[in-house]
């Protein structure tokens, strides 16, 4: 660990050189920690370090949130999408049978591309493409149904809604192929994010997200249903491509710092009057179970999502140098599916 220090040092020293995604105020000030997993979180404060950002952790079997670093930034309004939306667009296109992971979609000429290496490589005109395909009011109608536009959490207090348009952009501003490349209009929170993350990690089951505050509301947690989500057949299809991103595409730096399992992620990268966005959302498949996180860094040049696949890399890190996939690896009956609350309608 004393490598990983020095290193983290030095880039510190870097950013406070480059640019404005490095703080020196304690992001954590005012957050409710006394209901998180007390591992988890110290996993993922050292990871975000003095980075300008938020990480939320969460048990994807039942919905509860194990660490949110940086709370007010995480119950914000959100922030453009940025490449991560096309996930959303992925299954939309995949449940309505467009295409297969395998599909070669012709993005002109002789250029073919399929949904693993375009999720691998987070291509633009692939998801322009699928989207102009689909057409605004289906890609709207599987966005609200994966939570977009909707409050991800249940009795959260200070959440804020990330909103997802009611109407197609103007072609001026990129249309419909815009929105499923970029997130362009779309407002997306970290916790929508997770949540949706977390439905592909338990086999599709939309959670409301619950954020403990004290140790009693941990041993009372009760998961609650949104709604079930019909993406079991077609999460396979998709993991190859989350899975691809980790191992060679735009989320590879990942691995810099991390490669004892596989983790199934989407990184994005954009920015909005010259504040940028960097996003990484993935789940880690260990033989113990599986956690969901997402890292959202906003600040100046050096945020973008590689960034933020390469902390998650050390959040994971941290975990396992501390056992701790090992050491949760015991089944808990409070959390088991059957014991949940159908709050949504089942879809």
């Given at each position: 660990m004393r490598r990983a220090s020095l290193a983290y040092r030095r880039r510190r020293s870097f950013e406070r050189f480059t640019g404005s995604s490095f703080v020196d105020a304690d992001l954590t000030t005012g957050d409710v920690t006394a209901g998180e997993d007390p591992v988890v979180r110290a996993a993922a404060v050292e990871a975000l370090g003095n980075m300008n950002g938020t990480v939320v952790a969460i048990d994807p079997k039942n919905g509860r949130i194990l660490a949110m670093v940086n709370q007010k930034l995480a119950l914000s309004g959100g922030a453009e999408p940025c490449s991560t939306i096309k996930v959303s667009v992925a299954l939309a296109a995949l449940q309505e049978g467009i295409i297969t992971k395998d599909t070669p979609v012709n993005l002109g000429g002789s250029y073919h591309m399929t949904l693993t290496e375009a999720l691998a490589h987070s291509n633009n005109l692939y998801f322009e493409t699928l989207g102009r395909?689909?057409?605004?009011?289906?890609?709207?109608?599987?966005?609200?149904?994966?939570?977009?536009?909707?409050?991800?959490?249940?009795?959260?207090?200070?959440?804020t809604l990330g909103t997802y348009p009611d109407e197609v952009l103007p072609e001026a501003q990129g249309g419909v192929g815009r929105m499923c490349s970029f997130g362009e209009g779309v407002s997306m929170t970290p916790l929508q994010l997770g949540a949706l993350v977390s439905s592909i990690a338990n086999g599709g089951t939309l959670y409301y997200l619950q954020h403990p505050t004290t140790p009693q509301e941990v041993l009372d947690y009760h998961p609650k249903i949104k709604r079930t989500l019909d993406i079991s057949k077609v999460i396979p299809e998709i993991q190859d491509g989350m899975h691809a991103a980790t191992l060679y595409g735009t989320a590879r730096s990942l691995r810099a710092n991390f490669n004892e399992f596989p983790v199934m992620g989407k990184t994005g990268t954009c920015s909005n009057n010259g504040t940028r966005f960097g996003w990484?959302?993935?789940?880690?498949?260990?033989?113990?179970?599986?956690?969901?996180?997402?890292?959202?860094?906003?600040?100046?040049?050096?945020?973008?999502?590689?960034?933020?696949?390469?902390l998650t890399g050390v959040f994971y890190r941290n975990l396992w140098d501390h056992s701790y996939f090992v050491e949760k690896s015991a089944p808990d009956q409070s959390t088991a599916p059957g014991n949940a609350t159908v709050l949504g309608v089942s879809q």
């Open positions: 395909t689909l057409g605004f009011e289906r890609v709207r109608h599987y966005a609200n149904q994966f939570g977009l536009g909707e409050l991800a959490g249940y009795n959260i207090p200070g959440e990484f959302a993935s789940y880690a498949d260990t033989q113990y179970g599986r956690i969901v996180t997402v890292f959202f860094l906003e600040g100046g040049r050096p945020t973008f999502g590689p960034r933020a696949a390469e």
